[in-house]
């Protein structure tokens, strides 16, 4: 088999174990500080949202610190030092007695970030040129799977051996992954840019093919997440809204949650060997456009099944922009600034993780639960016609 056949193989299982790890703690860290002695209905979801948002604002810090190094150092070293951050760190939260120690291994958690843009850089960079998007996107279902299967496995353990125990098998995944990585994952043809050879930010936006877009692309990272992120804190209470006498709530609105992934497991490759074909611009677009329309249609739902299908939907979609953008910029960037640009974008990821629920909360309590959709919807519309603007601008410079 070839060698970046192979690299595939093991990143696609790192992705899993990496997407499968971090999913199946994020749902139940309310519980593990109500656990930790925070009783109170104020102080709970301060307590909750500083400990979620913390991880994603210090890996948004030091993102291009690490695609910096992986330019320097190679990618293969930058997964290592991921898998393994992480499996340390998170078997240090199993042990907390205090809520401020878990908050602090949070944001240390954030230190150890990057296995998966780093990742996709590797896969784009060992990939053929003509192949690159159906391996992004292949690459892709790997960590949607883990997230998608995340939650119920760590639902399963918390109730079966409790909530520290979930910590400790996550970390043991983190470490299978680190042993998957080192032993499978080889990185070849990698020009190691030295310390006097490398480039000022200023110097490697000077070397891009296209700039704008390329700062465009940054954005759209951020809408995608912001979008994915927006519906989070209000989907339950949304769920209650439209069926105020559902019994079982918290099983339908986690399966309302999950319903995209499973479509974009289907979407994903299929539309990275179609971007290879047509172009991966023409996907990206595509994929927005549908987006904006299935956010105002939820904001017309009368039902929870209403909502399921047009999630489910929307996974079609979701499941190509990511790896369309990371192609898109892959194109406009050289070997020896690929990994800086990924960092610049893992960055924007993370300010979206963070930007997302804040704009989702803010929103349903100024206006209602509706509206959260019908901002969402606006915030994708404006991105995709700034990205559509830019990309038609450099078409024509370039006839």
């Not at 994020?26 to 307590?47: K, N, R, T």
Request: aromatic share 10%.
């Amino acid at each position: 088999m070839e060698s970046w056949k192979v690299n595939l193989i093991s990143i696609w299982l790192g992705c899993f174990f990496t997407g499968l790890a971090i999913s199946q703690i994020l749902p139940f860290l309310p519980l593990y500080i109500e656990q930790l002695g925070v009783h109170s209905p104020d102080a709970l979801p301060v307590w909750s949202g500083l400990t979620f948002s913390v991880t994603f604002l210090v890996s948004a810090l030091v993102a291009p610190l690490w695609g910096s190094l992986a330019d320097r150092k190679g990618r293969k070293l930058m997964l290592l030092r991921a898998a393994l951050g992480m499996s340390v760190v998170i078997f240090l939260q199993a042990f907390v007695t205090q809520p401020w120690q878990l908050l602090l291994l949070r944001g240390l958690m954030g230190l150890t970030s990057g296995y998966i843009p780093n990742a996709m850089a590797l896969v784009a960079t060992q990939s053929p040129k003509d192949r690159s998007g159906w391996a992004l996107s292949t690459v892709a279902t790997g960590q949607i799977s883990g997230v998608i299967a995340g939650p119920l496995l760590g639902g399963m353990l918390a109730d079966w051996i409790g909530l520290r125990a979930v910590f400790l098998f996550t970390s043991g995944l983190l470490l299978v992954c680190f042993f998957i990585t080192l032993f499978l994952i080889k990185e070849s043809g990698h020009r190691i840019v030295s310390k006097q050879e490398r480039l000022s930010g200023k110097a490697i936006f000077r070397t891009l093919k296209n700039p704008a877009l390329v700062v465009s692309l940054f954005f759209t990272t951020l809408t995608i997440q912001l979008s994915n992120g927006s519906i989070s804190p209000i989907l339950t209470l949304f769920v209650r809204h439209l069926a105020p006498d559902i019994q079982n709530i918290a099983f339908v609105s986690g399966f309302i949650a999950a319903v995209p992934g499973v479509s974009a497991l289907f979407s994903a490759p299929v539309l990275g060997k179609l971007g290879d074909r047509i172009g991966t611009g023409r996907i990206l677009v595509a994929t927005l456009s549908v987006s904006i329309l299935l956010f105002i249609g939820m904001s017309f739902v009368t039902s929870p099944t209403q909502l399921a299908v047009l999630r489910f939907l929307l996974g079609f979609a979701d499941g190509a922009m990511m790896p369309a953008v990371q192609t898109l910029l892959l194109r406009q960037s050289s070997d020896q600034t690929t990994g800086r640009i990924f960092g610049y974008n893992q960055s924007f990821m993370y300010l979206g993780n963070v930007a997302g629920p804040l704009l989702g909360s803010m929103i349903s309590a100024m206006a209602g639960y509706r509206w959260v959709f019908v901002c969402t919807a606006l915030v994708v519309l404006i991105n995709t016609l700034v990205f559509v603007s830019i990309s038609r601008r450099r078409e024509r410079r370039a006839g």
